[in-house]
């Protein structure tokens, strides 16, 4: 199936660089082959996984854009993805179903579940993120306690609209990102009460390390869904438009990719995809720092294929 060429501000912006030097875009005008040979330019490698939201995938190699598998992925529930890509977690009510080779295997307690780079599954129970160890009966699971209820309360207070010395304050735990074995983001909701409940919405992203607050990075708006982190922990991100890097700081996008259904990263971490409504824009990360810190020189190819979530392997 030929993929057809770029249409857009995207594409009119591909493979541009800061001081004068310019490489091709991808226009509607150009031939199919032009797509590839902007990914190839580009250096983007791999394979991306591109899932409709229901059962179908496709499966897309870079940088010939050859379409090496079918329509037919069976319905695998979609959640968090342990490393190594045999179990998955989903969020169903108030428990974690859990998966492997397609077929549900048990269900835990929580909501909120994340695999650490590790391998080891969290959720968040009764206002902490817990991990589930063999109890010392050696009879049923019991929990470690990784990110204590009052450490997330403290990352609401610290919202700036957040008054001095409330007394009614939730911290709801949307997503957890780990960054690595000690290292978390965590996406908070806050609700306040009292006088104080038509405030809002407000959101956090708070960075834990062994359990303890370190930063957090406030919003004044639902910032979305999903919450991730990049392969070595480097950046985090949420769905639609938010990139931090591993210390917190913002890294912009610009306007016309600020409707994310979700990120994948490269394997090396020098390629961000996003997956929007109509297309999947590959971007190079070096460029998208540059673009944060002076405006211009963004490196992108944008593929006129529509998904709903993407991984790239």
Not at 25 to 34: G, N, Q, V
Not at 120 to 146: E, W, Y
Request: net charge positive.
């Amino acid at each position: 199936m030929a993929v057809a060429a770029v249409v857009g501000t995207a594409a009119a912006d591909a493979l541009r660089r800061d001081g004068g030097e310019t490489k091709p875009a991808t226009t509607a005008s150009e031939p199919d082959a032009a797509l590839p040979a902007a990914l190839q330019r580009l250096g983007a490698r791999g394979e991306l996984v591109l899932h409709d939201g229901v059962c179908g995938v496709r499966l897309l190699v870079m940088p010939s854009l050859e379409r090496t598998g079918e329509d037919e992925s069976g319905c695998v529930p979609s959640g968090a993805e342990s490393p190594d890509g045999s179990t998955v977690a989903r969020c169903l009510g108030e428990g974690v179903e859990l998966f492997s080779g397609g077929g549900f295997v048990r269900a835990l307690p929580g909501c909120a579940p994340a695999f650490r780079p590790d391998g080891v599954l969290t959720v968040a129970l009764d206002g902490a993120i817990v991990r589930f160890r063999l109890c010392a009966n050696r009879r049923g699971s019991c929990t470690r306690t990784l990110i204590p209820p009052a450490e997330l309360e403290r990352a609401a207070m610290l919202h700036p609209t957040v008054p001095d010395r409330i007394a009614q304050i939730r911290a709801l735990v949307d997503g957890v990102a780990w960054l690595s074995r000690r290292r978390a983001a965590v996406a908070i909701s806050i609700r306040l009460g009292g006088r104080f409940e038509p405030l809002g919405p407000l959101s956090v992203i708070a960075f834990f390390e062994g359990g303890r607050l370190e930063r957090t990075q406030p919003y004044f708006r639902a910032t979305g869904g999903r919450l991730g982190a990049s392969p070595r922990g480097t950046y985090v991100t949420r769905t639609p438009d938010v990139i931090l890097r591993g210390d917190g700081s913002e890294v912009s996008l610009p306007r016309h990719l600020g409707d994310a259904r979700d990120f994948a990263w490269s394997p090396d971490e020098r390629f961000l995809a996003l997956a929007s409504r109509y297309a999947v824009t590959v971007v190079e990360v070096a460029s998208l720092e540059r673009y944060d810190r002076t405006g211009g020189g963004l490196w992108s190819v944008t593929i006129p294929q529509p998904a709903a979530r993407l991984s790239w392997r």
